[in-house]
């Protein structure tokens, strides 16, 4: 009996926080101090939200509000379409606390997909309402099945596009033994040959892909140096596949030739591109190939192994980082909002955002890549973007992120399909 009134008030108190959509019709005003609507920022403007949708945007005066409509004030706030993670991996957990080749040989399905929940909630809350999740790294299609307990309710967390296995090449990927009768766990799923890749570009799909990611180069080199794994007519073959689904193709590159192969190939995004020439940014630019950048994954596994940001002199890594940076926005790729969180604490997402702009990126283009870019970039309908008729995913966070990019880490509110789940 005691559990039947505990699990009737967790029902009824998790319930609306939990629920997929508010198909009511229910108004909701948000009253901030500024909205930036997803392309420009614009003063003593005022939202209304019913059931799901985004009914009103525009000049306070403007905006008709029914007499029932729940008020929400927001002074000193700015109001934004919900974040959109670009590059998470909900089923990883920062490598300072365990590394990433324990992670995949010594925590069970279970325990990873445990995690995974708490980071979703923790994603959710820093108001990152979508996270296009690149891989599971070993955890086989959880994905799919925790994108389905977030659609159904069951768990708090944003919207997911998901990759499931990711692709990489035979031999290429880790974890590795030396004890070749090892059958060990891969972070990835092997395929070769245009047969081979063809038919795990397919069987992912089949498993519940939203999108294909491909680990074009790794460290198997010679003396674990980064080189290129699959051939651009694999890479061809894959692509033309994802997108004859209607799927993006998400690359991981850190080498030069893995980018050209992928460019060749017309791949969506570019992921890391630190092998980023200008002649490959100008390729980058006439196809419509994004990048993300991560910049954040790189700088938290060198504090990781030691480095002190602001003390110690800067290592290679993200000297070669601001220059592809720096070049990429010389050519006008589009640029994604994506940190390969995961790496470092799910939640603190909003940490990429403030690199893009202490490396070069004007504030306000750092928020159009975080909504409407990352929202053009992945195909993604009525989001990104506060104009009527849009999905009511929005958030607010005190004071002006563009005169300080730090806010972006204190949400005051995070509304998820007209439902707000933090206030
Ligand atoms: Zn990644």
């Known amino acids: 009996m005691k559990k039947t009134i505990a699990t009737i008030i967790l029902l009824i108190f998790c319930l609306p926080i939990f629920a997929q959509s508010n198909t009511s019709e229910t108004y909701i005003l948000l009253k901030p101090d500024r909205i930036f609507d997803g392309e420009r920022m614009h003063a003593a403007w005022w939202v209304l939200i019913k059931g799901n949708h985004i009914e009103a945007v525009g000049e306070a005066t403007t905006i008709k509000v029914p007499a029932n409509a729940k008020v929400i004030d927001l002074k000193g ?34 325990e990873r997909t445990a995690r995974a929940v708490n980071h979703a909630r ?33 768990i708090a967390g944003p919207r997911m596009l998901v990759a499931t296995r990711a692709i990489v090449a035979t031999g290429s990927y880790g974890p590795k033994s030396e004890v070749a009768e090892a059958e060990i766990i891969k972070g990835g799923e092997e395929a070769d040959g245009i047969d081979g890749i063809t038919k795990v570009v397919r069987s992912q799909i089949g498993h519940g892909a939203d999108v294909v990611k491909i680990y074009v180069d790794y460290h198997w080199g010679l003396n674990s140096t980064a080189a290129p794994t699959f ?28 980018m050209r192969r992928a460019i060749a190939a017309g791949v969506t995004t570019i992921e890391h591109g630190n092998g980023g020439t200008p002649e490959l940014f100008k390729l980058m630019k006439e196809k419509g190939i994004a990048l993300c950048p991560t ?129």
Not at 129 to 152: F, P, Q, S, W
Not at 238 to 254: E, F, I, L, T
Not at 398 to 413: C, F, H, I, Q, S
């Open 77 to 110: 706030a700015t109001l934004m379409p919900g974040l959109i993670e670009g590059h998470s991996h909900l089923f990883l957990h920062p490598y300072n606390e365990t590394s990433w080749n324990e992670q995949v040989l010594t925590e069970s399905r279970a």
């Open 295 to 423: 910049l954040n994954a790189t700088e938290s596994i060198l504090s990781y192994s030691g480095w002190k940001k602001g003390t110690d002199p800067e290592p290679a890594a993200v000297k070669q980082k601001h220059y592809i940076f720096t070049e990429a926005l010389k050519a006008g790729v589009a640029i994604c909002m994506g940190g390969d969180v995961g790496v470092f604490a799910h939640g603190d997402n909003a940490q990429e955002m403030i690199l893009m702009a202490e490396y070069g990126m004007k504030p306000l283009d750092v928020l159009r890549s975080a909504t409407s870019v990352n929202a053009a970039v992945f195909a993604l309908k009525e989001l990104g973007n506060i104009k009527a008729g849009y999905l009511a995913d929005l958030v607010a966070v005190e004071g002006n992120p563009v005169e300080d990019m730090k806010v972006l880490k204190k949400m005051r509110l995070v509304v998820k399909d007209g439902v707000v789940v933090k206030e």
């Open 122 to 154: 923790a994603t959710l809350m820093a108001g990152f309402t979508t996270v296009r999740d690149l891989g599971t790294e070993g955890a086989a299609y959880d994905d799919v099945g925790l994108k389905t307990a977030i659609n159904k309710g069951i």
């Open 231 to 258: 051939t651009e007519e694999e890479l061809k073959v894959a692509v033309q596949v994802a997108k004859s689904s209607g799927r993006m193709v998400a690359v991981h590159s850190s080498t030069t030739e893995g």
